[in-house]
C-alpha cells in the first residue's frame, strides 16, 4: 500500500486531499481505513469505508470535515480534509483492513501505507 499524495503544510481552515493507492488485485475485498499519529501519542482511528463502498464511519474529532471515499476500478483510496485544525497535525495512514465490525482497531489492518505527514500552522 502507498501513499501518492504526500500529506505537507496548510494553514488552519484550509482543505488537503490525500490519496492511497494498492498493489494488492484484492483491493476491492478490503475496507480502507486511515489513522493518524501525533509526536508521543498513539496511532488514532480517523475513518474507513467498507468493501461495498456503501458504509463509512468516522472519529468524532473529524466528522463533518473529513471525507473518505474509494476508486475500486484505480485500487486507490482518498481522504478529503477540509477546514483543517491544527490537532489534526500528525502523520497519518492508510491501511487495508478488516472485517467492517474491527475498522476501527488498528492491529486488525493488513496492509499499511508508510505514513505521510500533515502540518496545519496557524
Known amino acids: 500500500v502507498q501513499l501518492q499524495r504526500w500529506g505537507g503544510l496548510v494553514q488552519a481552515g484550509g482543505s488537503l486531499r490525500l490519496s492511497c493507492a494498492a498493489s494488492e488485485r484484492t483491493f476491492s475485498n478490503y475496507c480502507v481505513g486511515w489513522f493518524r499519529q501525533a509526536p508521543g501519542e498513539a496511532r488514532r482511528f480517523v475513518a474507513a469505508i467498507d468493501e461495498t463502498n456503501a458504509l463509512t464511519t468516522y472519529a468524532d474529532s473529524v466528522w463533518g470535515r473529513f471525507t473518505i471515499s474509494r476508486d475500486d476500478a484505480n485500487n486507490t483510496a482518498h481522504l478529503q480534509m477540509d477546514n483543517l485544525k491544527l490537532e489534526d497535525t500528525a502523520v497519518y495512514y492508510c491501511?487495508?483492513?478488516?472485517?467492517?465490525?474491527?475498522?476501527?482497531?488498528?492491529?486488525?489492518?493488513?496492509?499499511w501505507g508508510q505514513g505521510t505527514q500533515v502540518t496545519v500552522s496557524s
Open positions: 491501511a487495508l483492513g478488516p472485517q467492517w465490525r474491527l475498522v476501527k482497531v488498528s492491529s486488525k489492518y493488513h496492509f
